[in-house]
């Protein structure tokens, strides 16, 4: 088959519309089909709706504005003959057999020869939907199976038939890692796959064990929760999550199609509570309310729960689980052997869902390392079900079934005594079916630095960051702090790190494989010395932050950083004062400063006029710079993808986007490869800046603002100070303020305001809860 | 001799002129305080204390409170003394209007409780105790209850008794068993056993009413399952009058070093009748807010017996005559110098002199607080102001204990072998001293509760009502050209605090032995720092006002001069104890626990 350059959806629900929208976030071109609906005067309804929706949705659908032009909607009457030029045709539409089949027979006649078609579904066997179709259809049809919601969700199900082409499944699977950043889990033509089927039996499992223990919600959601590793809206909260109707439409397919042998039958219960839930409308999020419920009656905003033995509301209560407090819970094997409720819910619901884990290998996945991955990016479990059993012991866990007059599975069986996982000259290795250990093999282009971790040791490493040699003459920096957060740890590795690259490398990437790529400075430090007056600590860090950033930037060497997820304030900065960026398509980057009540100092507020005002299409003079950079600043904007950071400029149109994570870095440190072949650093430019006037201009703007409510008294304050440094200070307009001067305007700029009790409340808020103090 | 006389020039000076008195009338409900109203009740206070209850120190010390058949009789004179009080409204001047108070803010409050820890010590306790069982019901009981007790609480002619400790739970009150069991007119039955009740039993007031830690029988365990219960000695009727005796008994009392007028009683509650304070299980909060008022009470009572220590002191080397001047005869007309005349003597009296006035101002600044928490109309000053007192608690306690010790303790030493002999009642302050250190928490639990509480609390934000207001005085006055000798002592003192301050959140984070190892110290270090600060601004203000003084400027050259010894010679131990802290806590811990 050739390229994917063109791709067709057909069926604009939630699941085909999600997927469209993801291609088109991949930056290919994608026709979203639909039925005509009966009498509508508007052909296209369905599909022009559903991208309505789409640019609606929170989280956001779409990377870009871009994106979004790049999808085409229709109707499968009209725009059937379109197909012809789709390299790509996914199905997306009912989960029911007649309506898919009598589908694809019409678009086995509109395709062209030797494009892809493939179904979205999550229930339907493969053979069942290629039953009675020409050769030539099996041989290009197979099954993709996204997760929702497609942009966020990582994991792709994908089962080939026995008469797939292999080089489809190959492209389609190469076109999904790389275009679309998934990562493919090839799953056997089994019912429910892998993920869905072993969720499946945990989630109603877990229900019916709740109910017959007399668990409390809230109680049952906390076992199933954090000890595991899973989201912390456990099983509940997840059902209401995904909708409680869904269930039985899922536990009866599985139910249908799975053997009587299999233990999936044994743990469907009925329970009544929920049947009148589903009856009543209260089906979860979407409905009147589920398992939990934000009661608003009487104007009130009320968190309950459902009392599962008698079904009415009460207040939500956090859950008390003594098993569980003071670090109690970390070991598996003794909270699931422990004597109280908790223990023998996560005895009940684990040992099991376990067991069962172990039974889809081989049956429905080659592999364990198959399932663990379905498990951790199809349910975010953070750890696969066989590395739980290794947390646990495959022999604790064989006594455990075997006391519980469970069946133990072969392969835990084979295991017995050996983990699951280990760790052999360097190599991660899993156990085969066959009693072996093999290597976990990475695809080309990816390389992680947890393997190269487990091979070397660091070049430089202290209590928040370390160096490591990549490769080839590159080095890559690590934060290791919590969340990442920029310290004075951070702060040195980094100078040293650049001597170090100055003496024996070539190239410097900024890499690391937290959830997020940092989240700015280390605001608890920072407020801690606040409070007892150590300003001059303080104005240290920033002035050796500034410097450890210019020193990177003017370095005689190439610096790629390389986010992923969060980068915020000082990580923006890192990325404001690298040669290049690689940057992972979810990343979301922001100069967020002044939501704590502080400006960007380590550089952000001088890089982000630079890049303004050298941009050739960008307005010249002193005033559109800096006012563009005003706007961006003082509002703490925060690109929601990597796309967006480049409409804002945090990161600039060369700078690259990987969309697979596991990618990131071989693309990061081949970017750093390919510019230190006669590589100079950026000469400091000077800037031409309004002074006093534009700082005016831009405090009438926020006292506008304050007018209308939108400010508040310190956002005045912040704001103020802000607009100091980005026009100059005492600049002129006639006089070019070099970036030295401006930096000195960043520290003062931030030492005025760090010394407020505003500003230190506002840091204080965000710490205790998350959310910014509006004061 | 015991020669009290209330320091009221000082007191004046405290409230008025170096925390500004003009502040606290424009506070919501404290429009009436003026100077002259405050002057007045300082003055007619003053009274109370030299003419009705110093007089019975010392008698009630050497008699004591005696126990018969679960009575406990008080010394001679205290019902008299006792009614005198409660007649003069004593009882209830910093209680609210509204339940019989006189409203009186803290500022004012606080050094009339000096003058009564100075005066009698033991007396000052019943009041006392009475005065945190009110704050604690004020602020966690329900309407019903404050309205059927405080009035008598406030008048007096009902006293207070706070019931925590067991035999087998001193600190550790997540220990306790005293049960609590839910009757169906919604009341409880108390039952359990409680030792160390002060004023658990006494002969002054007709009706005793105790607040009582209990658990109820689904409580969890430990300190979460703890809740608080009104118990009264008597079960009022629905007019107020007294009815039937409750299931309260004093079963003995103790015999202890000091505060011998003061009963320290065991109590047994059987079915009791009481009433649930606050919420089920959150019986610490209540608690809490009667300690924190409790904690304070106790740092002044270390302040009043240093003060009445020095007093004694002061009159007894300016009359004892012994020896000459080193120098050569200061009083040839005599047949000896008294001992005045000698450094090491004058060591004992400054020191003594430069510990309570420090104190007093600290103090002080912390009625302020305290002040602004309840009146002021800006929230942001009241959290700062709770963020202030909050932090100074364990300081005050421990710090004011502790020093108050050391200057009975050299009281005594100045009068040489006579401050051993009881009739001078030099050891009477000691052993009274002693006590003040232990109870309301020990103070290595205050000093704990410095490290591991208040330090860590929202990131520091308590410390910054203090280290903000001191940094921003210090970076004003430092090219003052009277202050700069006593800045420049602040300023390194500070520094060292702020060093040790920011080496214990780091340490202590990671391994809380090494806060715990350094806690006591840090406090004394913290405290020793507030004293400095507070004299530099005391010197200030001497410096401002001594000019035009007249018969005054004597007074002001006092406070100068003592501010100097202060820095010079007692602020300088900060030194060692940053040494000692920076030390960590190997030297501590080293020694393996079987050596001992």
């Known amino acids: 088959?050739?390229?994917?350059?063109?791709?067709?959806?057909?069926?604009?629900?939630?699941?085909?519309?999600?997927?469209?929208?993801?291609?088109?976030?991949?930056?290919?071109?994608?026709?979203?089909?639909?039925?005509?609906?009966?009498?509508?005067?508007?052909?296209?309804?369905?599909?022009?709706?559903?991208?309505?929706?789409?640019?609606?949705?929170?989280?956001?659908?779409?990377?870009?504005?871009?994106?979004?032009?790049?999808?085409?909607?229709?109707?499968?009457?009209?725009?059937?003959?379109?197909?012809?030029?789709?390299?790509?045709?996914?199905?997306?539409?009912?989960?029911?057999?007649?309506?898919?089949?009598?589908?694809?027979?019409?678009?086995?006649?509109?395709?062209?020869?030797?494009?892809?078609?493939?179904?979205?579904?999550?229930?339907?066997?493969?053979?069942?939907?290629?039953?009675?179709?020409?050769?030539?259809?099996?041989?290009?049809?197979?099954?993709?199976?996204?997760?929702?919601?497609?942009?966020?969700?990582?994991?792709?199900?994908?089962?080939?038939?026995?008469?797939?082409?292999?080089?489809?499944?190959?492209?389609?699977?190469?076109?999904?890692?790389?275009?679309?950043?998934?990562?493919?889990?090839?799953?056997?033509?089994?019912?429910?796959?892998?993920?869905?089927?072993?969720?499946?039996?945990?989630?109603?499992?877990?229900?019916?064990?709740?109910?017959?223990?007399?668990?409390?919600?809230?109680?049952?959601?906390?076992?199933?929760?954090?000890?595991?590793?899973?989201?912390?809206?456990?099983?509940?909260?997840?059902?209401?999550?995904?909708?409680?109707?869904?269930?039985?439409?899922?536990?009866?397919?599985?139910?249908?199609?799975?053997?009587?042998?299999?233990?999936?039958?044994?743990?469907?219960?009925?329970?009544?509570?929920?049947?009148?839930?589903?009856?009543?409308?209260?089906?979860?999020?979407?409905?009147?309310?589920?398992?939990?419920?934000?009661?608003?009656?009487?104007?009130?905003?009320?968190?309950?729960?459902?009392?599962?033995?008698?079904?009415?509301?009460?207040?939500?209560?956090?859950?008390?689980?003594?098993?569980?407090?003071?670090?109690?819970?970390?070991?598996?094997?003794?909270?699931?052997?422990?004597?109280?409720?908790?223990?023998?819910?996560?005895?009940?619901?684990?040992?099991?869902?376990?067991?069962?884990?172990?039974?889809?290998?081989?049956?429905?996945?080659?592999?364990?390392?198959?399932?663990?991955?379905?498990?951790?990016?199809?349910?975010?479990?953070?750890?696969?079900?066989?590395?739980?059993?290794?947390?646990?012991?495959?022999?604790?866990?064989?006594?455990?079934?075997?006391?519980?007059?469970?069946?133990?599975?072969?392969?835990?069986?084979?295991?017995?005594?050996?983990?699951?996982?280990?760790?052999?000259?360097?190599?991660?290795?899993?156990?085969?079916?066959?009693?072996?250990?093999?290597?976990?093999?990475?695809?080309?282009?990816?390389?992680?630095?947890?393997?190269?971790?487990?091979?070397?040791?660091?070049?430089?490493?202290?209590?928040?960051?370390?160096?490591?040699?990549?490769?080839?003459?590159?080095?890559?920096?690590?934060?290791?702090?919590?969340?990442?957060?920029?310290?004075?740890?951070?702060?040195?590795?980094?100078?040293?790190?650049?001597?170090?690259?100055?003496?024996?490398?070539?190239?410097?990437?900024?890499?690391?494989?937290?959830?997020?790529?940092?989240?700015?400075?280390?605001?608890?430090?920072?407020?801690?010395?606040?409070?007892?007056?150590?300003?001059?600590?303080?104005?240290?860090?920033?002035?050796?932050?500034?410097?450890?950033?210019?020193?990177?930037?003017?370095?005689?060497?190439?610096?790629?950083?390389?986010?992923?997820?969060?980068?915020?304030?000082?990580?923006?900065?890192?990325?404001?004062?690298?040669?290049?960026?690689?940057?992972?398509?979810?990343?979301?980057?922001?100069?967020?400063?002044?939501?704590?009540?502080?400006?960007?100092?380590?550089?952000?507020?001088?890089?982000?006029?630079?890049?303004?005002?050298?941009?050739?299409?960008?307005?010249?003079?002193?005033?559109?710079?800096?006012?563009?950079?005003?706007?961006?600043?003082?509002?703490?904007?925060?690109?929601?993808?990597?796309?967006e950071a480049k409409e804002l400029k945090f990161l600039r149109e060369g700078d690259g986007i990987t969309m697979n994570r596991d990618r990131l870095l071989a693309d990061a440190k081949a970017r750093a490869l390919a510019l230190v072949e006669g590589y100079a650093p950026p000469k400091p430019i000077d800037l031409t800046l309004p002074g006093p006037t534009g700082k005016v201009a831009m405090d009438m703007a926020v006292d506008g603002f304050a007018k209308r409510g939108l400010a508040t008294p310190h956002d005045r304050v912040v704001s103020g100070a802000l607009a100091l440094v980005l026009t100059g200070g005492d600049a002129d307009h006639t006089e070019p303020v070099s970036q030295a001067r401006l930096l000195e305007l960043e520290r003062e700029g931030f030492m005025t305001l760090i010394r407020t009790n505003a500003t230190l409340d506002r840091i204080e808020h965000i710490l205790e809860t998350g959310k910014p103090l509006r004061n | 001799m015991q020669v009290y006389s209330p320091p009221l020039r000082d007191m004046r000076f405290v409230l008025h002129e170096l925390h500004g008195s003009d502040v606290l009338r424009t506070l919501e409900g404290l429009e009436e305080v003026t100077p002259d109203l405050i002057d007045a009740v300082l003055d007619e206070a003053g009274k109370l204390v030299t003419e009705v209850l110093a007089p019975l120190n010392q008698s009630a010390d050497q008699e004591g409170c005696t126990y018969e058949n679960g009575v406990v009789r008080t010394p001679k004179g205290f019902k008299e003394a006792y009614k005198t009080f409660i007649e003069g409204g004593w009882n209830g001047i910093a209680c609210d209007p509204q339940y019989g108070g006189q409203g009186l803010p803290a500022s004012v409050n606080k050094l009339v409780e000096e003058m009564l820890c100075s005066g009698n010590l033991a007396f000052g306790i019943c009041p006392g105790l009475t005065h945190g069982a009110y704050e604690a019901l004020k602020a966690y009981a329900s309407d019903d209850l404050k309205n059927r007790f405080l009035p008598k609480m406030v008048e007096g002619v009902w006293s207070g008794a706070m019931c925590l400790t067991e035999p087998q739970c001193g600190t550790d009150l997540g220990l306790v068993r005293t049960r609590a069991v839910p009757q169906a007119d919604g009341s409880y039955k108390i039952t359990g056993n409680k030792i160390f009740i002060s004023a658990g039993e006494q002969d002054l007031t007709e009706n005793i009413i105790h607040l009582v830690l209990a658990r109820l029988p689904d409580a969890p365990s430990g300190i979460k399952g703890i809740s608080l219960f009104l118990v009264p000695k008597f079960l009022p009727k629905d007019d107020g009058a007294l009815g039937p005796r409750n299931g309260v008994l004093c079963t003995g009392i103790e015999h202890k070093m000091g505060i011998h007028g003061s009963s320290t009683c065991q109590m047994s509650f059987e079915e009791a009748t009481g009433w649930l304070v606050g919420e089920p299980n959150r019986g610490m909060r209540a608690m809490f807010a009667m300690m924190n008022s409790e904690r304070l009470s106790v740092g002044t009572q270390g302040l009043g017996l240093g003060e009445a220590a020095y007093q004694a002191a002061v009159a007894y080397a300016r009359e004892r005559l012994q020896g000459r001047a080193l120098t050569g005869a200061k009083h040839p007309d005599k047949p000896a110098d008294p001992i005045i005349v000698h450094p090491d003597v004058r060591r004992m009296l400054m020191t003594m002199r430069a510990y309570n006035e420090g104190c007093r101002a600290l103090g002080g600044w912390v009625a302020r607080a305290l002040d602004l928490m309840e009146h002021a109309s800006d929230p942001q000053t009241r959290r700062q102001a709770e963020d202030f007192t909050s932090l100074m608690t364990p300081i005050v306690k421990a710090l004011f204990t502790d020093l108050g010790f050391a200057s009975a303790s050299m009281g005594m030493q100045v009068y040489g072998g006579h401050g051993y002999i009881r009739d001078h009642g030099m050891e009477q302050y000691v052993r009274d001293a002693r006590i003040a250190m232990i109870y309301e928490g020990t103070n290595g639990v205050q000093a704990l509760d410095l490290v591991g509480r208040k330090l860590p609390a929202h990131m520091g934000r308590y410390l910054r009502s203090f280290f903000h207001p001191v940094l921003a005085y210090i970076d004003a006055k430092m090219d003052d050209e009277n202050l700069s000798p006593l800045i420049a002592p602040l300023g390194k003192a500070f520094g060292a605090l702020q060093l040790a301050t920011a080496h214990i959140a780091e340490k202590g984070l990671r391994d809380p032995d090494e806060a715990g190892a350094a806690a006591t110290e840090y406090l004394r270090l913290f405290g020793l720092v507030a004293l400095g600060y507070m004299w530099v601004r005391m010197a200030d203000v001497a410096y401002e006002k001594r000019a035009g003084a007249g018969d005054d400027a004597a007074f002001y050259e006092a406070k100068i001069a003592t501010a100097r010894f202060y820095m010079d010679k007692l602020l300088p131990e900060v030194a060692a104890l940053w040494g000692a802290i920076k030390a960590g806590k190997a030297a501590t811990m080293g020694l393996d626990e079987t050596l001992f």
């Open chain 1, 1 to 643: 088959m050739t390229e994917i350059k063109k791709v067709a959806v057909i069926g604009a629900g939630v699941m085909g519309a999600g997927i469209a929208a993801h291609v088109a976030n991949a930056g290919i071109a994608v026709l979203l089909l639909d039925i005509v609906p009966a009498g509508a005067s508007n052909r296209n309804i369905i599909a022009e709706t559903a991208v309505e929706k789409l640019l609606k949705a929170d989280p956001a659908a779409f990377m870009s504005k871009r994106a979004a032009k790049l999808v085409s909607t229709g109707n499968i009457e009209d725009n059937l003959a379109d197909l012809s030029s789709c390299d790509w045709i996914v199905e997306a539409v009912i989960e029911r057999l007649d309506i898919k089949q009598a589908l694809y027979t019409r678009i086995e006649e509109a395709r062209r020869p030797g494009s892809v078609v493939s179904s979205n579904t999550s229930t339907i066997p493969l053979s069942d939907l290629t039953a009675g179709l020409p050769e030539s259809f099996k041989r290009d049809f197979l099954i993709t199976h996204f997760f929702n919601p497609p942009r966020y969700m990582r994991l792709l199900e994908i089962v080939a038939g026995a008469e797939t082409n292999p080089d489809t499944v190959a492209a389609v699977s190469h076109f999904a890692d790389v275009k679309l950043g998934k990562t493919v889990v090839a799953c056997k033509d089994t019912p429910g796959f892998i993920a869905n089927r072993l969720g499946t039996y945990w989630l109603q499992l877990a229900v019916g064990e709740a109910f017959a223990l007399n668990l409390k919600v809230e109680e049952a959601d906390t076992v199933m929760g954090r000890p595991f590793g899973f989201p912390k809206t456990g099983v509940f909260g997840l059902i209401d999550l995904v909708g409680l109707d869904l269930m039985p439409h899922v536990q009866g397919s599985l139910k249908r199609a799975l053997p009587a042998a299999d233990p999936f039958h044994a743990t469907l219960r009925d329970e009544p509570l929920i049947a009148r839930m589903i009856e009543t409308g209260f089906t979860g999020r979407k409905g009147k309310g589920g398992f939990y419920r934000l009661n608003r009656e009487n104007g009130q905003k009320l968190k309950e729960a459902i009392d599962l033995a008698t079904g009415d509301y009460r207040p939500q209560a956090k859950a008390v689980v003594p098993e569980l407090e003071e670090g109690g819970g970390k070991d598996l094997a003794a909270l699931m052997s422990a004597p109280g409720p908790a223990g023998r819910y996560a005895r009940a619901v684990m040992a099991r869902t376990l067991a069962y884990a172990a039974r889809l290998v081989p049956e429905a996945a080659d592999d364990i390392v198959a399932v663990d991955d379905a498990m951790r990016l199809g349910y975010n479990w953070k750890f696969g079900p066989f590395e739980l059993i290794d947390k646990i012991g495959a022999a604790r866990l064989i006594d455990m079934l075997k006391a519980d007059g469970v069946e133990v599975p072969a392969l835990l069986a084979l295991a017995a005594e050996r983990p699951f996982y280990r760790v052999e000259a360097g190599a991660r290795q899993y156990l085969g079916t066959d009693g072996t250990y093999r290597d976990i093999v990475r695809p080309a282009g990816v390389l992680l630095l947890a393997d190269i971790k487990l091979k070397s040791q660091p070049l430089l490493k202290n209590g928040s960051a370390a160096l490591w040699d990549i490769g080839e003459g590159v080095v890559c920096l690590e934060f290791t702090s919590k969340s990442n957060a920029l310290d004075e740890g951070i702060i040195s590795l980094l100078a040293k790190a650049l001597k170090l690259t100055k003496e024996k490398y070539k190239a410097l990437v900024i890499y690391n494989e937290g959830s997020n790529f940092s989240v700015g400075a280390n605001l608890g430090l920072a407020l801690f010395a606040c409070n007892i007056g150590a300003f001059g600590e303080v104005e240290k860090l920033v002035a050796s932050g500034q410097k450890a950033y210019q020193d990177m930037k003017y370095a005689p060497f190439p610096v790629v950083a390389a986010p992923s997820g969060l980068a915020l304030g000082g990580g923006c900065e890192i990325l404001l004062h690298a040669d290049a960026v690689q940057a992972h398509a979810e990343s979301y980057i922001g100069l967020v400063e002044c939501g704590v009540g502080v400006l960007p100092a380590w550089g952000g507020c001088t890089a982000m006029l630079e890049r303004w005002q050298t941009d050739p299409k960008f307005p010249k003079g002193p005033m559109p710079a800096p006012s563009k950079v005003f706007e961006t600043v003082s509002t703490a904007t925060v690109a929601k993808s990597a796309a």
